[in-house]
Structure formats: structure tokens, C-alpha cells
């Protein structure tokens, strides 16, 4: 088996191909600063132009099976990829599994379930979702020329700010268990040990809070040292796209899945143990 591996500049989604023990593994990136196999002569910024470097390099490879990093304009680039070549695209996939010598995205799914989802057309394709790096030692890459697309074009070079959120050591998210009477407690909170704080999609769903500070599966991923969770039942959608070190959860239903994932569990309700967690939190983050 040939896979072609479009890795970002974390490498973010190589780790998994580990388990394709006697795969060859190829790997291409749009950015001519990270170390791949085949590389963009120069650095690609648009979707379309990263559709006509991975038909470059799919020429040159004839893989059977290609794995896109999770950033924005590679799997953009990829959607062009899948619908001008009539190709399946397993997106969000969480894990690659091997059954029956098939390739599998193991895709999260509603009510803490995963779906096991698998491609039929050739080559397969799928968006791997993964926080865990891996380098890569290519002596001599290869760069490869592509035609340039007009219809789309780089505005400004400036970068956005990070979400402060990816940066925090300590986060606070917020649940629907949270009345939105008590956000301003909440904050103050947060604002007292340093926290950043963050939500659920629910959440931003009705308006409470803007899509920036949604936490998970469609919003972002944060790993930080503390994750405090107040009113969140842990439902898959919103815990992958956390990874912390520590996760302390505070809930009604002694039954919350997040207390599965927790180092502390305190089955109370926020407001009463609010004040008491301020201060040891305090303490803790010195």
C-alpha cells in the first residue's frame, strides 16, 4: 500500500500512519519551509492552487490512499481534490483503523458514539484529524511546479491573531448547566486565576457567546495545563477537542460523561462550589 500523507507544519496528522506497518509512506506539504517528500515550489495560499500541486503529485505517486492535515486550506484543497476527481472524502476523522484491509475514519458521531466510516472509490481519501507530531527526515525534497490559479489570490499577508485560547494555560468553559445569570461570577472568576474562557456549540448556537470561543469537534482545539469544566456534560462533539493535562469538571448529573475524563469530579452545582474553587484555583495556578 502507497499512502500519500499532506502533512501541515506540525506534521499534526503523520503519527497515525504508524499503524500501516508495511505502508510506503510519501509525504507532501503546501509549504515550501516544511520538510516533505514533495514540496510546493512556493508556498501555496489558496485552495485551488493546492488542488493543482496535489494533481501534480498524485501524478508522480499514484498512492492509494491520500491523508490531508486538518488546517483550513488543506482540507479546502482537498474538497476540490475529492469533487473533481468523483472521489469519496472521509472528513473529521479522529483515528485511522485497519479492518479487513480496509482503510477506516473513525469519525465522532451524536450521543458519544463514533462511526466507523470507509471509502469505496480509489484512492482513498481522508482528513485526519490528530494532535500528536511527528517528524519528518527527508534528505532531498523534491519540489514540484503547478499551475497557478487567477481566480483566486492572496489580499494581505497579515496575520490574524492566535485565539488567545489555543494559548491559555488555564481554560474555563462554560455549559449549558451554567444560568446565564451567573457568566459575570464566571468571569470574574476566570479573570482572577487567569483563565481564558471558552463554551460548548450549544451555546453559541442561541447567541451567549461568539464562534470563536467554541470549544471542539467544530470550533477549536485547546490544550491547556487546566480545563475547567462547569455545566458541560462531555459529549464527544466538544471533549475531542479538548486536551489538557488536567481536567476538573463540576456537574449535577453524577452520571456526566465528562467525569469519565476528569481528575477532580465535584457533583455540585457551579454556583455552590464557584467560590471555593476560586481559591484554591488561585493558589494552584501560583
Given at each position: 500500500m502507497k499512502v500519500l500523507v499532506v502533512i501541515d507544519k506540525?506534521?499534526?496528522?503523520?503519527?497515525?500512519t504508524e499503524k500501516l506497518y508495511n505502508a510506503e509512506i510519501i509525504t507532501a506539504s503546501f509549504d515550501r519551509e516544511t520538510n516533505a517528500d514533495f514540496v510546493a515550489n512556493e508556498t501555496i495560499t489558496n485552495p485551488l492552487d493546492g488542488y493543482n500541486f496535489l494533481s501534480n503529485v498524485y501524478n508522480y505517486t499514484h498512492p492509494d490512499a491520500i491523508f490531508f492535515?486538518?488546517?483550513?486550506l488543506i482540507k479546502e484543497?482537498?474538497?476540490y481534490f475529492a469533487g473533481k476527481n468523483g472521489l469519496g472524502l472521509i472528513a473529521h476523522s479522529k483515528e485511522l483503523k485497519i479492518k479487513d484491509n480496509m482503510l477506516i475514519g473513525y469519525v465522532p458521531g451524536g450521543s458519544n458514539v463514533f462511526a466507523e466510516v470507509v471509502s469505496t472509490s480509489h484512492p482513498v481519501l481522508l482528513i485526519l484529524r490528530s494532535n500528536?507530531?511527528?517528524n519528518v527526515s527527508s534528505i532531498k525534497p523534491r519540489y514540484v511546479t503547478f499551475v497557478k490559479n487567477n481566480s483566486m489570490h492572496l489580499e494581505s499577508e497579515e496575520k490574524t491573531r492566535e485565539n488567545p485560547l489555543?494559548?491559555?494555560?488555564?481554560?474555563?468553559?462554560i455549559g449549558r448547566g451554567v444560568k446565564p445569570s451567573l457568566f459575570p461570577y464566571v468571569k470574574d472568576f476566570a479573570k482572577d486565576i487567569g483563565a481564558e474562557i471558552g463554551c460548548t456549540r450549544p451555546?453559541?448556537?442561541?447567541?451567549l457567546f461568539p464562534e470563536e470561543k467554541m470549544i471542539g469537534e467544530t470550533g477549536i482545539s485547546i490544550s491547556p495545563q487546566i480545563y475547567i469544566a462547569l455545566?458541560?456534560?462531555?459529549?464527544?462533539?466538544?471533549?475531542?477537542g479538548v486536551n489538557a493535562k488536567y481536567i476538573i469538571s463540576v456537574n449535577t448529573d453524577p452520571y456526566a460523561p465528562i467525569f469519565a475524563k476528569s481528575a477532580v469530579s465535584i457533583n455540585q452545582p457551579v454556583e455552590t462550589v464557584?467560590?471555593?474553587l476560586k481559591g484554591c484555583l488561585r493558589n494552584f495556578s501560583r
Open positions: 506540525n506534521k499534526s496528522n503523520l503519527k497515525e492535515a486538518d488546517s483550513i484543497a482537498a474538497s500528536e507530531s511527528k489555543k494559548l491559555a494555560r488555564i481554560v474555563v468553559g451555546l453559541v448556537d442561541i447567541g455545566g458541560i456534560s462531555g459529549a464527544l462533539q466538544h471533549i475531542v464557584l467560590k471555593e
